[in-house]
């Protein structure tokens, strides 16, 4: 794996005391930054999740009604979250597999980081990854469009949206930064050494019970994903790390 740049290893915190990871599906947070997650909430950053959509088109056995489907990821996502030490989850419900980056979306997460008032919001890339096409779910890729688009400028703006200010009470308020996870054709700038907190991510990982059967197997390609990031990025053998493209929106 070639080196992906300049990277700042982060040991520091900068202040941070709160932080909300916007994704497209219940797994999307745990399998793209659930590590750093746990290693954020031990240091006592209050961390939230956003789910944007029902999660009813994941899985692998068929005879499980779709309708059933969208409680059953709800349940796995929140023990999911409780093993790295998050208990704030709210879901959208929007249908999966059929999101656009609508104004509808982009309100919706607009509204939730006006609710939440994080300083860093943490994002799936919306740029296609043609080297790895399974990272650029449709989904995924909308999701990321519409939160960077309700970081700039719907959330800080006032005037958009106007029923969120004039019905919601809810005041804009401006995010300092985005970490994109699985950044596509971007260059990440900031990795985050995991080592002590990958088997957290792990765990989480296990929760989603509805949508994996070979455990040994999806362990031991995000080991090997993890292991090579840190690799890459010149923290030695034996480290794990999860990496980010930061975009400075303060």
Request: hydrophobic content about 40%.
């Amino acid at each position: 794996m070639a080196p992906l740049g300049t990277i700042a290893v982060v040991s520091e915190l900068d202040g941070l005391e709160r932080a909300l990871v916007v994704v497209a599906h219940p797994d999307d947070c745990d399998f793209g930054c659930a590590a750093t997650t746990a290693l954020w909430t031990g240091m006592g950053v209050d961390v939230s999740y956003c789910i944007v959509t029902n999660g009813d088109a994941g899985g692998y056995d068929r005879s499980i009604p779709r309708a059933r489907m969208s409680g059953i990821r709800q349940e796995e996502q929140r023990a999911a979250a409780a093993e790295v030490g998050v208990s704030d989850v709210t879901f959208l419900g929007y249908p999966d597999g059929r999101l656009a980056p609508n104004i509808d979306l982009r309100r919706d997460i607009a509204r939730v980081i006006r609710q939440r008032r994080p300083q860093r919001v943490l994002a799936q890339s919306p740029v296609r990854n043609f080297s790895r096409i399974f990272a650029s779910h449709p989904d995924h890729l909308a999701t990321g469009e519409a939160t960077l688009d309700a970081v700039y400028p719907d959330a800080r703006n006032p005037f958009a949206h106007p029923e969120l200010l004039e019905q919601e009470g809810l005041e804009p308020h401006t995010v300092n930064e985005v970490w994109i996870m699985g950044g596509g054709s971007m260059t990440p700038d900031e990795v985050v050494d995991v080592t002590e907190t990958a088997d957290r991510k792990l765990a989480a990982l296990r929760h989603h019970r509805s949508q994996y059967q070979d455990w040994s197997q999806l362990e031991d390609r995000v080991r090997s994903w993890l292991k090579a990031t840190a690799e890459a990025n010149g923290l030695g053998e034996g480290h794990m790390a999860e990496a980010f493209q930061v975009v400075q929106t303060g």
